[in-house]
């Protein structure tokens, strides 16, 4: 069976950090947010703005101004 030698070190490298945190995932992530506030990049964060709710719910959108429900359908 072939085997990628990147996958496997990858494998390796993500196995030695879990290691030296016990597998623990609250010290794990503790220590990525801690990395990441050091490291001065900007983090942004993708997640859908709240109050937007999915077009197919059937709901009106939160939506500023005077946004008209669209949601209801003439028979």
């Given at each position: 069976m072939?085997?990628?030698?990147i ?13 030296s945190?016990d597998?623990?995932?609250d ?6 947010r ?6 001065g ?5 993708l ?5 937007i ?5 059937g709901?009106?959108r ?14």
């Open positions: 072939w085997t990628d030698e996958v496997e070190e990858i494998h390796r490298i993500r196995e030695q950090y879990a290691k945190f597998y623990d995932l010290a794990i992530f503790a220590d990525l801690k990395k990441e506030a050091e490291s990049k900007e983090v942004v964060n997640s859908p703005e709240p109050g709710t999915k077009r197919w719910s709901r009106s939160d939506l500023p101004g005077e946004a008209k429900d669209v949601s209801c359908r003439s028979t």
